[in-house]
């Protein structure tokens, strides 16, 4: 099932001409991107591609050129906490769970801004209702949990914060199939209903069984746009990944 | 929310560390004499180490520049009261202020730093302050030091005796632990701790870390400029040697001897490091070898200080 459900107009996020460095080293040497209202994005590419300076460069976490606008407007440069306040949330890679705090505080991290009793508690249910096992593990030491448990409340602490554009960073690092698999099919979920989201991935039979739209990375620049319905083989896919 | 442990959570054993802190000042309290003098300066270090614990344990900082705003607040309280006769505590308060503005002013641009920047930059600080105290002699006389400084007190009220000095401090210390067990279930120890996590997980998440960091630092300054003047209307005299570098190593031995991140482990390592000394003074010569002794084997045994020893205790129990 495609996530795809973009209606014309002003894309949510756009990325015009990204380029990103850390010291002298450009990671990435220019990056074209959009996604949309109710659409999943996937940004596929082998390691070092600059797939997670990518994402990084979107929030701010780098120095970088270019523009990232989100819903019309520029983002200023570095500004990661102003970012995530317009709603463009970041899931890092290896799911930067604060591990020797309980799953309960991770999540009212997530929701940092909001000091409303009521509005937290449905955000909390809101949680609860994406992953329901997280619900039963509150009191537990996240840094206890399995990877995939890791993962849900990484996910679940972005989404306590409302995001208007979520960003994944592998999600399925480090997980088994099945765990990865449910949670790629509540992404899928989530961009169903209209949440903008991108996903990094290496895995990219999953992601593209997802997507909407999948941009190929390689040596820090966009090198192809695919449409997943028009990859029928793993065969085409590696086409693109050696072209 | 109902559910609340993890991080916090304390039990018997944990207990038990509250009961020996609270024994040690109680039989100094009742015998006083040299011990009550031990346990007074190990209070005013409780003090001083608290705040270092917000900045290092909560926030997950390294500063090994804190002796420098004990030095402000010392210096502040000792010149203030004796040049220009103020009561002790509108001088500790200005001395407080001096310090806040200090801790800003290095702060705001060093914070931006991280690990070992961040961690020399502080010891910079700590060297400069000490020269200043030192090469200042106009206003803080040089190595001659500062004497006949008045003793803690507000109006009338002085507290002079053994007995007084010990339970003012005990006082103080047990409003500091209140102050920090409230700051680690507050939203500010929940954004201190997401610094401490990840600080870029924790700028992605919308907590403005270069914040949080610097108003950590301001914590840390504002309660070692306070033990730094208590610390002068205790001995009645101060000079540059008390602040130095000797204070920072005593300091980081206690934090880590007691339980870094916790509440009760400043308190607890204040005194226990306080006390070992004299504990093997019998032994004269071999007694710097039986104090290292037991801090390396403290250290061994309770990786994560006395308070992490109780919590294991009280794990290893309840199962």
């Excluded at chain 1, 209702?129 to 509150?138: Q, Y």
């Excluded at chain 2, 206003?139 to 000095?165: F, K, N, R, W």
């Excluded at chain 2, 070992?276 to 002794?293: I, K, M, N, V």
Aim: proline share 4%; hydrophobic share 50%; net charge positive.
């Amino acid at each position: 099932m495609t996530v795809c459900l973009a209606q014309p107009g002003t894309p949510v996020l756009e990325v015009l001409g990204l380029r990103a460095r850390y010291g002298h080293i450009q990671a990435l040497k220019g990056a074209d991107l959009k996604v949309g209202k109710g659409e999943l994005v996937a940004v596929l590419g082998p390691n070092g591609a600059g797939k997670s300076t990518l994402l990084r460069a979107i929030m701010g976490l780098t120095q970088n050129e270019g523009e990232v606008r989100f819903m019309g407007t520029r983002l200023p440069r570095r500004d990661p906490v102003g970012a995530a306040a317009k709603g463009v949330v970041l899931v890092p890679e290896g799911r930067g769970i604060f591990g020797p705090m309980t799953v309960l505080e991770n999540l009212e991290l997530g929701a940092y801004r909001v000091r409303d009793k009521a509005e937290m508690q449905r955000r909390f249910a809101r949680v609860f209702d994406l992953f329901p096992r997280i619900k039963e593990r509150l009191a537990q030491v996240a840094g206890s949990m399995s990877g995939g448990e890791q993962q849900m409340v990484a996910v679940g602490r972005a989404m306590m914060s409302e995001p208007k554009v979520l960003l994944l960073d592998e999600p399925s690092l480090g997980l088994a199939p099945r765990v990865t698999g449910e949670i790629l099919e509540t992404l899928g979920r989530l961009a169903a209903e209209g949440l903008p989201v991108i996903l990094v991935e290496q895995k990219a039979p999953l992601a593209l069984k997802l997507a909407c739209r999948a941009y190929l990375l390689s040596l820090g620049r966009i090198v192809a746009t695919i449409d997943p319905r028009e990859v029928k083989s793993h065969d085409e896919l590696a086409q693109y990944y050696f072209a | 929310m109902a559910v609340r442990s993890g991080v916090i959570g304390s039990r018997a054993a944990s207990i038990g560390v509250w009961v020996a802190s609270a024994a040690i000042v109680g039989y100094a309290l009742v015998f006083g004499g040299y011990l009550s003098t031990i346990v007074a300066f190990a209070l005013i270090y409780a003090i001083f180490v608290s705040g270092l614990n917000v900045f290092m344990g909560l926030t997950a900082q390294v500063s090994f520049g804190q002796s420098a705003f004990a030095a402000i607040g010392g210096y502040s309280s000792a010149v203030l009261t004796t040049t220009y006769g103020w009561a002790p505590l509108p001088a500790m308060l200005c001395g407080l202020v001096a310090a806040l503005v200090a801790a800003f002013l290095i702060g705001f641009p060093t914070l931006r730093l991280k690990g070992h920047y961040l961690a020399m930059a502080t010891l910079a600080i700590g060297l400069i302050v000490y020269e200043i105290a030192v090469e200042w002699e106009g206003v803080t006389q040089g190595y001659m030091g500062i004497s006949g400084i008045p003793p803690l007190g507000i109006g009338s009220l002085e507290a002079t005796s053994d007995q007084q000095i010990l339970l003012t401090l005990s006082v103080l210390t047990v409003l500091v632990a209140i102050a920090m067990s409230r700051i680690r279930q507050s939203r500010l120890g929940r954004a201190f701790a997401a610094v401490a996590g990840s600080e870029e997980a924790a700028s992605a998440l919308g907590v403005n870390v270069a914040r949080y960091k610097l108003v950590s630092f301001l914590l840390a300054a504002g309660l070692a400029s306070i033990s730094g003047s208590l610390f002068v209307h205790v001995v009645g005299y101060v000079s540059p040697e008390v602040f130095g570098l000797h204070m920072v190593v005593l300091a980081f031995t206690m934090i880590y001897i007691g339980g870094l991140g916790t509440v009760a482990g400043p308190i607890i390592g204040a005194l226990i490091v306080s006390l070992l000394p004299e504990l093997f003074r019998g032994l004269s010569e071999s007694q710097d070898l039986a104090y290292g002794l037991t801090l390396i084997v403290i250290l061994i045994y309770a990786p994560k200080g006395l308070v992490g020893l109780a919590r294991t205790f009280d794990m290893w129990r309840s199962q």
